[in-house]
């Protein structure tokens, strides 16, 4: 078993949702730029994906009856 600290309350959880929901709008935005290189728009999409597993986790651990273990795991809708 890890030594984990339980320390963070519902509102840390709460507020790193709410950042990593903005965060990931971000990059999914910044993938329509036509101005930035191909290259970059595929950084931000990858760094959107990223940023949408973390939601999904987040939201599962706050009990969203949206949000399977399967979406966690997976990725799938």
Known sequence: MKD???NRTWEDIHE???EAERTK???KTAT???????KQRAQHMRDYKGLQGVVY???WVLGDP???RKKV???EE
């Not at 329509?32 to 191909?38: C, K, Q, W």
């Open 32 to 38: 329509f730029n036509e101005r930035l290189s191909t």
């Open 4 to 6: 984990y600290t339980y």
């Open 57 to 59: 986790a987040l939201r």
């Open 73 to 75: 795991i997976t990725g």
């Open 16 to 18: 790193l949702l709410d």
């Open 66 to 68: 949206n949000t399977s």
């Open 25 to 27: 709008n971000q990059h």
